[in-house]
Structure formats: C-alpha cells, structure tokens
C-alpha cells in the first residue's frame, strides 16, 4: 500500500541539462559505472572545455518503460548545467546537451533509496492522483507529441547520504495559454 504523499503542480524554467543513456535503472543508481561516471567526470573537467562545473542538483533521470517482455526500458540520467554555464555548456564525448524550454511538472515527492519497484508505484500513485484532472489530459497530450518519457525522477541527495533523502516522480507537461 501506498502511504498518501502530497503532489504539487510547477513550473520548470528553461534549462541546459547533459545527459547520458542507460537501459536498467541499477545502472543509473551504482556509482561507478559508464552512466555515472561519465556525468562524474564531466563536473571534474573532463569535457572539452577542461573546465571544473558545480554539481547542482537535481540529478534527473528520464524513464521510458519497455513495450513488451523483449523490450529493454530507457534510462537517460540529466543534471541541470549550472546557471553561469547555460549560455555556452561544455561539450563532452559521450554525453548530450539539452536545452529544455519552460514547462510544467506534475510531482510526487518519496523518499529513500530509488529502485525499480519503488518508481513504478510512486509513478502510478502521481498518475492515479492527478487522473481526471487538467494536468492529467496535458500529460497524456505531452507524451504523444514531444517526449517519448513517461515519467522523470529527480534524485537531491548524494549516493552516500542514506537518512532524510529526497526524491521525486516528475511528469512533465505544457499548458495551452
């Protein structure tokens, strides 16, 4: 069962994120493999550039689950560039730059740690929250234009903070003004 959490409506303002790909979620949560340590290695200067960038945080991770029993899911693991950055990112080999425009998000905020079976019911608890709602049709119209995402997780705490940690189900959407 899940306990009742409070979700929130926001706005996400434009933002340049880098993002790398994974296809299992262990891969994103272990410190130490390509995913991880390629966004590691890009804040300690291992981009074009040479240059040193602040962690920020949240460090995202986009979910796109399988279509059938042979499919893999998609894991594309994104931090946000900080703000002195955004104009002109460091590009890195392996890793993509992504400029997000504004955009709202419905969220869901859990915590612990991220696992596969803990995302999948947090994601359908926002969802089953939020059904029947406006936010709900927008993210509906949202995943079958723009985003092949079904979810987004934000993740605020190090790997080796294990009390109080902070996380979120993110489901992104536009309003028509």
Request: include cysteine; charge should be negative.
């Amino acid at each position: 069962m899940v306990a009742e959490r409070a979700i929130g409506i926001g706005e996400l303002l434009p933002a340049t994120v880098s993002r790398v790909e994974a296809t299992a979620m262990e891969e994103v949560l272990s410190f130490g493999v390509d995913t991880v340590e390629w966004l590691f290695d890009y804040i300690q200067g291992k981009n074009y550039y040479k240059e040193k960038i602040e962690m920020t945080g949240p460090v995202i991770t986009e979910v796109s689950p399988s279509d059938g029993p042979l499919c893999e899911s998609s894991f594309v693991v994104s931090f946000f560039v900080p703000k002195k950055n955004q104009a002109n990112p460091a590009p890195a080999k392996g890793l993509h730059i992504q400029k997000w425009k504004p955009t709202y998000v419905a969220i869901r905020q859990f915590s612990g740690f991220v696992n596969d079976y803990e995302i999948g019911v947090e994601a359908a608890a926002l969802e089953a929250s939020i059904a029947g709602t406006i936010w709900s049709a927008a993210i509906d119209k949202n995943r079958g234009t723009e985003s092949s995402s079904v979810y987004t997780v934000a993740q605020y705490n190090s790997p080796f903070e294990f009390k109080n940690r902070v996380n979120e189900i993110w489901m992104l959407f536009d309003l028509e003004k």
